[in-house]
């Protein structure tokens, strides 16, 4: 469906516009909501995914595209059944305590939507404990830590020590990313993952998942 109506070069071009006029082009065509989104619009944020990885297009495509991506939705959604949607699986976002900046973060979370995953944004600078909620809440297969600041790293730790002493480490796979943040850094405080871009975080989700149905 995606090449059928052309989601993908209206999400490549950014144009909310006329990404709302295909969605309501493929409705009036008796397309479910939920098959314009798993066929259409997911499938063509993933080439523009993919356009990234590969440096074809860079931040400022990928955040139009994004918003693009949403106009649509933004129809779609209320006509969706809370289960009709195909997921990977659910993912708890935000950027870490002490750190206002979620760019980045937002462009992850987009990109991980657009992938087919569920995702519950809690926005920056959030506190262990709220990440620590949000779980118990919504029982996530993953959690994504963001921080952009060398003096926000630390909080990242403490995020896991919060989920170790609630005892919902074992629960979530943690992934971990930032300007400032390493794999070794991952490594170092117990994270399960780094990537280095949206790009990667998605690819990286997914093999996270697929780790955890392996259990």
Known sequence: MSEVYGFTEALLAGNPGRVTELVQKALKADEPAEQIINTGLIPAMGTVGEKFKENEVFLPEV?????????????????????????????????????????????????????????????A??????????????????????????????????????????????KVKIMIGGAPVTQEYATRIGADGYSEDAGAAVELAKSLIKELQKI
């Open 125 to 170: 600078d959030v506190a262990e404990e709220e990440f620590v909620r949000a779980v118990q809440t919504h029982q996530p297969e993953l959690v994504g830590l963001s921080a952009l600041l060398t003096t926000t790293m630390p909080a990242m730790k403490e995020t896991i020590t919060a989920f170790e002493t609630s005892g919902l480490r074992h």
């Open 63 to 123: 955040m139009m595209a994004a918003r693009a991506m949403q106009a649509g939705l933004k129809i779609l959604q209320p006509m969706l059944s809370k289960d009709s949607v195909q997921t990977i699986g659910r993912v708890v976002i935000g950027t870490v305590r002490g750190d206002h900046h979620d760019i980045g973060k937002n462009l992850v979370a987009t990109m991980l939507e657009g992938a087919g995953f569920e995702v519950i944004d809690l926005g």
